[in-house]
């Protein structure tokens, strides 16, 4: 089959590989009928995230058609229409009891190689490096699916591929981001971020009750996709314009009540930090560019919530935690425990509520991938959000 | 808590504890005991999905340990209390096979159970003890084994690049996996592109090169 394979950073390649087969009892192999490009994959484009590993299969966003079983999967079966969450979780664990999905306990077999950088593992996850489950993932012509007893979504409707694709990772994570943020009824929301999380953030934010929600980037295919949610946007290139001055001008002077850091590890900033972070990434002396953290901290208000769902990696640099302590914040955060969403976000979607689809700016091949994938890294041609065909 | 007298193990040290795979003692947390002359240790925990006479069930059926335990390839029971381990050093064709015998020392159905070796190529003790979690919810399951750094050890160390105390800490994890889940996760097989000369050297790095138990499957 074809696969798109990380070859090294800055190099995917898509390649022929042999085709998955079932390996545990509890796996499915899932022929992939729509994938997609996820801004979390940038990062492993850009080698930010350790432990990837020359021909490794990437992708974490796919959906498709049940190709074959394994003999203790018992809710699905072959033709079965399924979009698949990127946590990959056993149903079984003391944290998946819990609904803490994107903690199992036993679906990363590297779990000591996590577990020595961050105490503890979580679930392994699809196509995100060694470190986190060492997994094929599903940019590919197939996939083979692990513990498809609990994660995979069937699709009863016939709404189309594109309208249910997200419910794999982005609208999920938006979503959760957005009840992360604690949001009350009236209350106003900046979104840091408006790539395609920070979309379904913003859309989230809204449908929980926020009144206002500010939406910060500096690329106007973004921004309009923002304003056409009816959030306020502030770009943060245009000269004059400070985040800061532009969050208190919009909120009476006292911060936004919910901020929600939908950037993580590679943030872009235009003030001297954003030099600083570049330079000491280089050196290694950093792993992750915290601008929007630090800056969402500084902006929130008096008692208000952080939530982040932008990927972090590793060791920060100057992160103002007093200013965080001093004002009483709530952070909330991590890899979205897909599972409890993605039923009630199809309903969503079935009612008309919402259609994702509304971010797709490209519809490519398994073979234009990896110079899709440098587009949009290098924020070329207005991209806003790439989805794939593995059979076109 | 049970109380057993220390010199059930062969090698154990003098330590202020009634049962020594336990991590609290008349209400103080107790270190595992450091490595010394040759003599290395390792206490690993899990908070397992079931009810310890269950756990304690699984891991008292030895001739399973293969399902879950790395290298492991048969268990043999030899007499009520006795069986003969035996381990591939690696999955070559040519590889190793080394065996010893061992002997259940202490046996309480839902509690406890230690062992030592009693001759052949390992020299190793151990217990493992099934507590119900504070939470109501689970069991705590502590393994505290010990190894002398003889041919297992060394075996384990120069050929498959898995230490001994990672070895205990994986077949715990591994243990828990099958017994909550159904299956040990596996990713070893998956599909994937060129590797290339690093990607192979580095997947020892990872512990990938040890493989995954089958749990069976």
């Known amino acids: ?392 | 808590m049970t109380s057993s007298p220390l010199t059930e193990k062969p090698y154990a040290q003098d330590r202020p504890t009634s049962t020594p795979a336990s991590v609290v003692v008349n209400g103080r947390y107790l270190p595992p005991p450091e490595d010394k002359d040759g003599k290395i240790w390792v206490r690993s925990s899990a908070l397992i999905v079931g009810d310890p006479q269950s756990l304690y069930a699984m891991w008292r059926d030895v001739q399973s340990a293969p399902l879950w335990q790395e290298h492991v390839i048969e268990v043999a029971v030899s007499g009520p209390t006795t069986s003969r381990w035996s381990m591939k050093t690696s999955n070559d064709s040519d590889a190793k096979v080394i065996s010893w015998d061992s002997e259940v020392l202490a046996d309480e159905p839902g509690v406890r159970i230690a062992w030592r070796s009693i001759g052949g190529d390992s020299d190793n003790a151990g217990e493992v003890i099934f507590e119900a979690a504070p939470s109501g919810q689970g069991t705590i399951v502590t393994v505290l084994q010990e190894f002398r750094m003889g041919k297992l050890a060394n075996a384990w160390e120069t050929l498959v690049g898995r230490n001994p105390k990672q070895a205990v800490i994986e077949n715990l994890r591994h243990f828990k996996a099958l017994a909550e889940a159904g299956e040990i996760p596996r990713s070893q097989l998956d599909t994937h592109g060129d590797r290339g000369v690093i990607g192979n050297f580095k997947r020892s790095t990872y512990g990938e090169t040890v493989p995954t138990p089958t749990g069976g499957n």
């Open chain 1, 1 to 392: 089959m074809k696969a798109v394979c990380w070859m090294g950073k800055s190099n995917m390649e898509t390649r022929t590989v042999p085709d998955p087969e079932l390996i545990n009892p509890h796996d499915a192999i899932i022929k992939v009928t729509r994938t997609a490009i996820c801004g979390s994959d940038l990062h492993l484009y850009d080698g930010f995230i350790p432990t990837m590993e020359s021909g490794d299969i990437m992708g974490h966003e796919f959906m498709g058609l049940v190709e074959e079983v394994g003999p203790e999967v018992t809710n699905l079966k072959r033709g079965d229409r399924v979009v698949v969450p990127f946590t990959i979780a056993c149903g079984s664990c003391i944290f998946c009891k819990k609904k803490y999905w994107a903690a199992c306990d036993n679906t990363n077999p590297n779990a000591h190689l996590m577990e020595k950088a961050y105490g503890y593992s979580g679930a392994g996850l699809f196509g995100y490096s060694h470190m986190m489950g060492g997994y094929a993932g599903g940019q590919a012509q197939y996939v083979r699916v692990p513990f498809a007893n609990v994660g995979p979504l069937k699709i009863e409707s016939d709404l189309g591929d594109e309208k249910v694709l997200f419910l794999s990772d982005i609208f999920p994570t938006g979503y959760m981001a957005a009840e992360n943020a604690q949001i009350q009824p009236g209350d106003t929301v900046a979104v840091w971020g408006c790539g395609p999380v920070g979309q379904f953030a913003i859309a989230s934010a809204f449908m929980l009750g926020a009144a206002r929600v500010i939406a910060i980037d500096r690329f106007q295919e973004r921004l309009d996709l923002a304003r056409s949610l009816g959030a306020i946007t502030v770009d943060y290139s245009e000269e004059d314009v400070s985040v800061l001055t532009a969050l208190k001008d919009l909120t009476g002077g006292v911060g936004p009540d919910s901020c929600i850091d939908a950037v993580g590890l590679e943030a872009h900033s235009n003030e001297l930090q954003g030099i600083y972070d570049v330079v000491k990434t280089a050196l290694f002396m950093e792993t992750d560019r915290p601008s929007v953290l630090r800056q969402a901290i500084q902006a929130v208000r008096k008692g208000g919530t952080l939530s982040i769902p932008g990927v972090y990696g590793g060791l920060l640099d100057k992160v103002p935690f007093g200013a965080a302590f001093g004002k009483g914040i709530t952070m909330k955060m991590g890899q979205t425990n897909m599972h409890n969403y993605m039923k009630p976000l199809l309903e969503r979607v079935e009612k008309g509520q919402i259609d994702p689809s509304y971010i797709i700016s490209h519809r490519i091949t398994l073979d234009q991938a990896p110079e899709m994938y440098k587009i949009w890294r290098d924020k070329e041609e207005r991209v806003t959000k790439i989805v794939i065909d593995p059979w076109a």
